[in-house]
T-cell receptor, first 113, second 118 residues
Framework: QKEVEQDPGPLSVPEGAIVSLNCTYSNSAFQYFMWYRQYSRKGPELLMYTYSSGNKEDGRFTAQVDKSSKYISLFIRDSQPSDSATYLCAMSSRKTSYDKVIFGPGTSLSVIP | DAGVTQSPTHLIKTRGQQVTLRCSPKSGHDTVSWYQQALGQGPQFIFQYYEEEERQRGNFPDRFSGHQFPNYSSELNVNALLLGDSALYLC?????????????????FGDGTRLSIL
């Protein structure tokens, strides 16, 4: 079993839809959870960064963490064609600042005008 | 404020050759991590450098080595290239100490070097 699993998609939605992206993980030591957006031929861009369980909102984006279920989600409201990209979840235990970050394989999202 | 910069953008090599990739971290960052991203996959951690030393390593062979300079910039070296080394190589930087927002700041990525092995 991989440490971080993510549905690769592709996911296609109409403009304005609410998008739900999800990851599951197996390592209960993970405490820091991140979502990155990656456009074609570009590096990952940090979208959201949360610690432990709970919700965090930033504009049209909401990140949720449920540590009891080992499940994290990213919601995108009022999706736009510019949101079309690959979304990567990432996490680390960060017991120290040395800990490496583990990424999911990414979900490809297309928002159709 | 310049972000993470990587060079070159693209490289084409043949099997058995050696390659060096370069990274300059974001201003204020002192820690550099390298990742390999195969097509359709998430980035895989190679190693991390802090204070000019490798302090953590992922599951990559010794053909992969690196270096960090006093100005925090870093190089990734790969020897005896294999076809399977073809990938996007990403550099990420972060602050390894206690920052304004506290410890454990997230990493910021460059746009990578796309390495093709023929």
């Amino acid at each position: 079993q991989k440490e971080v699993e993510q549905d690769p998609g592709p996911l296609s939605v109409p403009e304005g839809a609410i998008v739900s992206l999800n990851c599951t993980y197996s390592n209960s030591a993970f405490q820091y959870f991140m979502w990155y957006r990656q456009y074609s031929r570009k590096g990952p861009e940090l979208l959201m960064y949360t610690y432990s369980s709970g919700n965090k909102e930033d504009g049209r984006f909401t990140a949720q963490v449920d540590k009891s279920s080992k499940y994290i989600s990213l919601f995108i409201r009022d999706s736009q064609p510019s949101d079309s990209a690959t979304y990567l979840c990432a996490m680390s235990s960060r017991k120290t600042s040395y800990d490496k970050v583990i990424f999911g394989p990414g979900t490809s999202l297309s928002v159709i005008p | 404020d310049a972000g993470v910069t990587q060079s070159p953008t693209h490289l084409i090599k043949t099997r058995g050759q050696q390659v060096t990739l370069r990274c300059s971290p974001k201003s204020g960052h002192d820690t550099v991590s390298w990742y390999q991203q195969a097509l359709g996959q998430g980035p895989q951690f190679i190693f991390q450098y802090y204070e000019e030393e490798e302090r953590q390593r992922g599951n990559f062979p010794d053909r992969f080595s690196g270096h960090q300079f006093p100005n925090y910039s870093s190089e990734l070296n790969v020897n005896a290239l294999l076809l399977g080394d073809s990938a996007l190589y990403l550099c990420a930087s972060s602050y390894g100490g206690v920052g304004v927002l506290g410890k454990n700041q997230p990493q910021h990525f460059g746009d990578g070097t796309r390495l093709s092995i023929l």
